[in-house]
């Protein structure tokens, strides 16, 4: 379990008030007494931390986290964290040196540019940003474990969106994309290198609009994706939202509901990757590409019923290596959102509500721990309306909070308020990766700010002994 540092205040109200004055401008320790979340930068952007449609943000390598995010001007920076003395570093702008190949403006407006970071097997340290229906930009470190200085890297696809990146089986290297826009199709490509090369193009998965388009509304129907590895490397898990393209009314809502609200629905298969064969959860195969009819028929684990799904689900998996889902789903209004988590119970999905939040896009993630109990990290809160603007646009909570289940996800308890200060507005937990082998289960990341116009800052959670 993860380690609990006591709150160390004291106790006399002169001191308490002064000590907490003085903490204001840091990360302060949550009231119930759990670790404080420490701040890595305060130059943060919209989706200065990606969700979890784009990973890792953050990879542990010889006892640095070496972690990258989107700043305020847009573009990509990097700094590491020292996990034996908890110090960040002097962060760098991943785009030095390439100031007349980028357009600024381009990342000023598209938030999707947000990099991502990885490792391969020498220890060598990838990232790639400016990705979105674009090549991207990929860097190699120049030395094992140092973030500090960068080379170019190979390119690997003319469209690339939301990359997510897996170590997968006899030690290669997975990275998962969306090819072009929003009706364009997911596929995985493989390195045998960690990503210094790769093994010809992608290998198409989900693209509900393929032909024939005999499914409901399937000519205007994209996805949003998460993705998870079996243990073994072999298998990957993929969960996904139905994205609605164009203008579809929505009877429960009474109207057509907004861009980042018109999605619904969640759906999962899993790939062979030995073989490339998809399958749905029964063992059943589907023919990939997996388009809207298939979906629909063999894949469909919650038909939401035009409540929004807005926001790719986090997948966990049990001892059995079989997928369990947290993910928010809307309410008495589009914005009005609840935590669910989704297991397989028999012949049927079981759906159980966790906690409230403010809007169907907040971020969560699941996680199970060795006495089997679930720890789900939720951006909570209630009884505000939000205004979809500027660092507000894609939703947020008051609050970043762990609830616990200990009867296999039947019922759930908050166990602790891990929110370093209140007033702000969070959102995007992600969790750190471990040599891109595994996640670890205390210490992730996070961000807030303070209103529309403000720029946010990058908190890291380190509960380790």
């Not at 205390?442 to 908190?459: A, M, Q, R, T, V």
């Amino acid at each position: 379990m993860r380690a609990i540092v006591p709150n160390r205040l004291s106790p006399r109200p002169i001191f308490a008030l002064a000590f907490l004055c003085f903490l204001g401008t840091l990360a302060l320790p949550t009231v119930d007494g759990a670790p404080a979340a420490e701040p890595f930068a305060k130059n943060g952007g919209l989706k200065m931390l990606y969700d979890n449609r784009q990973y890792p943000l953050a990879v542990a390598v010889d006892g640095k986290t070496h972690i990258v995010w989107r700043g305020s001007d847009g573009l990509p920076y990097c700094a590491s964290y020292d996990m034996d003395t908890r110090e960040i570093s002097d962060a760098i702008c991943l785009t030095d040196g390439y100031e007349d190949e980028i357009n600024a403006s381009q990342y000023r407006r598209d938030h999707h540019y947000a990099p991502v970071i990885w490792s391969d097997s020498d220890g060598y340290l990838h990232t790639l940003f400016g990705c979105h229906r674009t090549t991207g930009i990929h860097l190699v470190s120049e030395r094992p474990g140092d973030s500090s200085s960068w080379r170019r890297g190979i390119d690997f696809s003319e469209s690339i969106s939301y990359p997510k990146i897996h170590r997968i089986y006899d030690g290669k290297t997975l990275v998962y994309t969306r090819y072009s826009g929003h009706l364009g199709f997911w596929q995985y490509h493989v390195s045998d290198d960690g990503g210094h090369s790769w093994q010809g193009g992608g290998r198409p998965v989900v693209n509900l609009g393929a032909d024939p388009q005999d499914g409901a509304h399937a000519a205007y129907s994209g996805s949003y994706n998460t993705t998870a590895v079996s243990e073994d490397g072999k298998r990957l898990h993929i969960a996904f939202i139905w994205k609605v393209e164009d203008p579809l009314f929505n009877t429960r809502y009474n109207k057509i509901l907004g861009d980042h609200t018109q999605r619904y629905n969640l759906y999962y298969l899993y790939v062979d990757l030995p073989t490339g064969k998809g399958y749905n959860f029964e063992g059943e195969e589907v023919e990939l590409p997996l388009r809207k009819k298939t979906a629909d028929d063999y894949c469909l684990v919650w038909d939401t019923d035009e409540r929004s799904a807005a926001v790719g689900p986090s997948i966990c998996l049990d001892e059995k290596g079989e997928p369990q889902f947290l993910l928010p789903v809307s309410e008495e209004t589009p914005h009005d959102s609840y935590f669910y988590f989704v297991k397989r119970d028999g012949n049927d999905w079981r759906k159980t509500r966790i906690a409230k939040t403010l809007h169907p896009f907040n971020a969560s993630c699941l996680q199970l721990d060795e006495d089997g109990d679930y720890h789900a990290f939720l951006v909570t809160g209630s009884g505000e309306s939000v205004i979809t603007e500027d660092m507000d646009g894609y939703g947020y909570g008051r609050k970043v909070q762990e609830w616990i289940s200990s009867d296999d996800g039947r019922s759930w308890k908050q166990a602790r308020d891990l929110t370093p200060e209140l007033g702000l507005r969070y959102q995007n937990i992600q969790f750190v990766s471990d040599n891109l082998e595994r996640e670890f289960d205390d210490l992730f990341l996070f961000y807030g700010w303070e209103n529309p116009k403000s720029p946010s800052i990058g908190y890291i959670w380190d509960a380790r002994d």
